[in-house]
């Protein structure tokens, strides 16, 4: 059974950087082909796609938040991180954490984030 | 930026069919994947590689392709099938885009 749960402060003030991890049982992201993206969604809006990394280790951006993005993994502790500098109040949104094996098949609940001072 | 492009809402009473539409440049060369969302929820995929049903899917969700547009069917619709749906696809250099949603009201 393939579960995934999103870690992180659930408030974080603007500008300051937020770290979320995602740890993640039931699959290896040493396989081939395996990937595990993060998503975002603002109460009440559409879902956003930000940053993917790969089996291999090769990582994507969303194109208008790349430079405040870093993903990374630790294949041994099955965790993904995600960081994201220079919060404002508009990144206020549910992240999600996804595994991707013809289609992002397993999500996990969701952790929100407020950027409040 | 890349767009993909879905209706507001769909309305459709109990029984009957329901199409939502998903436009963008690249859907004719990458596929869709279509992701239904029940408030409080994550999303859970419905359609993947624009008509794959995975398991666990009821046999009424359908996708399909024509063109610049992709298409999620729900025959038959029944109440529990109200939420929002979301398709998504890749634009021209790989990265993933989401649909703006679409909220799908059983009247």
């Known amino acids: 059974q393939v579960t995934l749960r999103e870690s992180g402060p659930a408030l974080v003030k603007p500008t300051q950087t937020l770290t979320l991890t995602c740890t993640f049982s039931?699959?290896?992201?040493?396989?081939?082909?395996?990937?595990v993206n993060w998503i975002r969604q603002p109460p009440g809006k559409a879902l956003e796609w930000l940053a993917r990394?790969?089996?291999?280790?090769?990582?994507y951006y969303s194109t208008s938040l790349k430079t405040r993005l870093t993903i990374s993994k630790d294949t041994s502790k099955n965790q993904v991180v995600l960081t994201m500098t220079n919060m404002d109040p508009v990144d206020t949104a549910t992240y999600y954490c996804?595994?991707?094996?013809?289609?992002?098949?397993?999500w996990g609940q969701g952790t929100l984030v407020t950027v409040s001072s | 930026s890349y767009e993909l492009t879905q209706p507001p809402s769909v309305s459709v009473s109990p029984g009957q069919t329901a199409r939502i539409t998903c436009s963008g440049d690249?859907?004719?060369?990458?596929?869709a994947y279509w992701y239904q969302q029940k408030p409080g929820q994550a999303p859970v995929l419905v359609i993947y590689?624009?008509?794959e049903r995975p398991s666990g899917i009821p046999e009424r969700f359908s996708g399909s392709s024509s063109g610049t547009t992709v298409t999620l069917t729900i025959s038959g619709v029944q109440a529990e099938d109200e939420a929002d749906y979301y398709c998504?696809?890749?634009?021209?250099?790989?990265?993933?885009?989401f649909g703006g949603g679409t909220k799908l009201t059983v009247l």
């Open positions: 996804a595994r991707e094996d013809k289609g992002f098949d397993s």
């Open positions: 039931g699959f290896s992201l040493s396989t081939y082909g395996m990937c």
């Open positions: 990394i790969d089996w291999d280790d090769d990582k």
């Open positions: 690249t859907l004719p060369k990458q596929y």
């Open positions: 590689k624009d008509s």
């Open positions: 998504q696809s890749a634009d021209s250099s790989g990265t993933w885009v």
